[in-house]
């Protein structure tokens, strides 16, 4: 297989399952795919069961024990159980467009990482996607989406198919080339160099401070915003508090000032 996606989820079974969906049709098939589980119930465990013989490879499930909000954590676990050498990171609230994991593998290259962004639904719209809608793409049509309410605005250009309107504005866009945990991927090797995720680190910006060290490692990154396209589905997030956003924040800022590339608590504290 040439590349592994790990997707990351907590007791969101309904979203995941569009996400399964998303991923069973690409037209690049030559992947496995990792649920990098921070604790879900038996539901989850069930989506992913529906899901078994789908797939061209075994679906992992790498679980832990919910103990509060532990991403990093089961992220380096998932890293861990990888077959490949590629690594592409989403998360389970994410519906990818039917050439996502293509356009990851073919802009993958050694010395980057790439950042993609995402497509935000609002919950009506969320709730409303079908399996039908996934399988024939509806839910990245334009002219669905605002006939089920989206209001059209700028931002909406970025689920256009022109692969030249695409390139374009990957040049132009302000946005900075970050790790965006739910549409970046790498080589593992060069995520191993910087000890993975930081487990010291909650919600907040613990993705963009993985990318962060990369940088300092000597890495650069290549920007796929309007070509790797994913619709972020609706949900409330109460495990992001101010106190955390301030921790994180002092890390990030530390670790930027400092040049930090290995932090001590990551990838190589996962038991094997």
Known sequence: MKLSVIITTYNSEEWLRKVLIGFSIQTFDDFEIIIADDGSANKTKAVINE????FKYPIQHVWQEDDGFRKSEILNKAILNAKTK?????????IPRNDFVAV????????????????????AISNAI???????QNCFSIFWLNKNG???NFKISKLTKSIYFA????????????????????????????NGF??????GGMDRELGERMFNNGMLSKQIRYSAICLHLDHSRGYSTPEVWEKNNA???FNKKNKIIKIENGIDKIDS
């Open 130 to 136: 079908t399996t039908a809608d996934i399988v024939n």
């Open 198 to 203: 930081n487990h010291e680190m909650k919600y």
């Open 251 to 253: 890390i990030r800022n």
């Open 104 to 123: 990851h593998y073919k802009y993958k290259q050694k010395g980057y990482f790439l950042s993609g962004g995402y497509f935000k639904l609002p919950l």
């Open 86 to 94: 590629y690594l592409l990171f989403t998360d389970g609230d994410c």
């Open 150 to 152: 989206l209001k059209l």
């Open 167 to 194: 390139k374009f504005m990957n040049w132009i866009t302000p946005t900075k080339r970050s790790w965006n945990g739910h549409n970046s991927s790498a080589y593992k090797n060069d995520i191993l160099a910087v």
């Open 51 to 54: 899901f078994s013989s789908v």
